[in-house]
């Protein structure tokens, strides 16, 4: 039995048990890379890249997260996340005036909560660099 991956957010299960080779997990620090056969564990989640080695062929699949869980178990890999969007599906221009609105918010200072600002920043950020993914940059 290879690996396999469940992404759900609360409104949209993205993949279901979808067979892989590897999954690569933002977490605090770095990153993680997760075989079949991983010693169990529960790990946050940042804001970041997922990237999924597929069971077959070379093509990786990359998705943006924001922060969440994942629960690993020697065959599967389980991700609960607030949002979760493939390189294809991101909406580019969204993610230009979000990350617009939190510069702006961050440079003027209008916004105390300096706090969501950056995490809306981050957000941004993410999804504009998992978007290149897609163009194939
Ligand atoms: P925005 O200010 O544009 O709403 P946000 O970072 O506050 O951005 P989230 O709260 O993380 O948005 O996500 C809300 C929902 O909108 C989620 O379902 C997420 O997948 C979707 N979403 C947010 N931004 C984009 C985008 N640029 N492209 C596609 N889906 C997006």
Redo the contacts with the bound molecule.
Sequence with gaps: MPLNVTIL????CLLKETPCRQVELPVAGGRIGVLENHTPLVTPLEVGEIRILPAEGETVQYL?I?SGMAEVTPERVLITV????SAE???????Q??RE?AEKRLRERANLDIDRAE??MA??AN?LRV?RRSSGL
């Design positions: 957010t609360p409104g949209r943006a924001s607030h949002a979760a969007e599906e991101i909406d580019v221009a969204r993610a005036a979000a609105r995490l809306a957000r941004a999804r978007a």
